[in-house]
């Protein structure tokens, strides 16, 4: 867990670490196409080159690396580029058109690829909410479409339309402030999504039938067989952290109540836990998929949390812009935190295969994954998604999304 004297703002003097991992929107490395350009892989890479190709519009959120294929989800469609040709096989559109986010209501809407296994291959999922127009005396609708690709291939296998939509507005995407639609993870042929704040549906993966749906939880993440989430605030604000099936949707277990809650998927093994228990006191906890919590500890802990599993053994957590902290992605133990003696907490952007990616005063760097040690002091950008051909990047504020070739 993270000391509680540092979340509380003190030091706390951490062991030589050595350094860098990578990123929740990339995937273990698969053997690359003969048909492709050869390019030297890099399992992880911590330089890049200077110049990228164009992959896209996007938000850095919404592209999603497998091996030497990106795919950018965009406000209308996505976008599929082979790395190593700079071509691109591929476009992905809804047969619908997409729900745009009204002006000054919230940020853009997202459409984040999510990968899963589909009939026992690796497949890429990306959600848009769409507006089905009036038909006949059908009047005019929304609901949730997916867009289905071969992982490798960026090929489009299918549009799954799902008969879903948010609590907020009576059904109206329009009034959600947050993202549209969220895929949180899949088990066997079940995709679970959450849509708008509070509402969590699992789906057919073949044929987009709603097999289950619950209007009052915030899914956070699928372990194994397992939706882990938290319920709906009451008028109180109170929360519970719940576990449903994947499969039926049906309650499993709940813990204590809780307060502004913030649940973060962090890996397989577990789900991390912040919020607020007793009087304001800020709880952390790792949550696994039976619901039993582990590293209880309360402290002043600064909000916004989030973690990146480098998709090999580590999970890198950050609260805010003043504190990270690196577990092992399978037991929970801490591994390192920054903070430091001597040392500042960096701004991560990406984790992958034991790399550490981001900025230390807006200078790029790598870090150790496993030791938190500087790893590479000059990579050459703070990639967003990494892969071991290339790392993604965008200029600030700009939405247009490059790849750039890895080097080293």
Not at 45 to 66: E, H
Request: hydrophobic residues 40%; contains cysteine; charged residues 15%.
């Amino acid at each position: 867990m993270p000391d509680r004297r540092l979340a509380a703002g003190a030091l706390l003097t951490v062991a030589a670490l050595a350094a860098c991992t990578s990123d929740p929107a990339s995937t273990p490395l698969t053997p690359a196409s003969s048909a492709a350009a050869p390019r030297q892989a890099f399992d992880p890479p911590v330089r890049f080159a200077a110049t990228g190709q164009p992959l896209g519009d996007g938000r850095s959120q919404d592209v999603l690396l497998y091996d030497q294929t990106a795919f950018v989800g965009g406000e209308t469609g996505a976008t599929v580029t082979n790395l190593l040709t700079g071509r691109a096989p591929a476009t992905l559109s809804p047969t619908n058109p997409p729900v745009q986010r009204p002006g000054g209501l919230g940020k853009p809407v997202g459409h984040t690829p999510h990968l899963v296994q589909r009939a026992g291959k690796p497949a890429v999922v990306i959600p848009y909410a769409v507006q089905i127009p009036a038909s006949g005396t059908t009047t005019a609708q929304q609901a949730v479409q997916l867009l289905v690709a071969d992982a490798g291939t960026g090929e489009q296998l299918a549009v799954l339309s799902v008969a879903a939509v948010p609590a907020e507005g009576d059904g109206d995407f329009t009034a959600v402030a947050g993202e549209y639609v969220t895929v949180v993870g899949a088990q066997g042929n079940t995709l679970v999504l959450t849509v708008g704040k509070q509402v969590t549906v699992g789906v057919d993966l073949t044929t987009g039938s709603v097999l289950w749906r619950n209007t009052a939880l915030q899914a956070a993440t699928v372990l194994d067989d397992t939706v882990v989430g938290l319920t709906a605030p009451d008028a109180g604000l109170a929360q519970k952290v719940i576990g449903v099936g994947v499969a039926d949707g049906a309650p499993r277990w709940s813990t204590e109540t809780v307060r502004n809650a913030e649940l973060a998927p962090a890996g397989p093994a577990y789900a991390v836990l912040l919020a607020e228990q007793g009087r304001g006191k800020r709880l952390y906890a790792r949550i696994s998929g039976d619901g039993t919590l582990t590293d209880r500890a309360t402290g002043a802990y600064p909000s916004g949390l989030a973690c990146r599993y480098d998709q090999a053994a580590v999970t890198v957590c950050t609260m805010g812009t003043s504190l990270v902290f690196a577990l092992d992605a399978t037991s929970g133990e801490q591994l390192w935190q920054l903070p430091a003696t001597g040392r500042t907490a960096p701004t991560i952007t990406a984790v992958w295969h034991g790399a550490v990616y981001g900025a230390a005063s807006d200078t790029p760097m790598v870090l150790d994954a496993k030791t938190g040690t500087d790893r590479e002091p000059s990579p050459g950008l703070a990639p967003v998604a990494v892969s071991a051909y290339s790392g993604v990047s965008g200029a600030t504020g700009d939405t247009s999304l490059s790849a750039y070739p890895a080097t080293g």
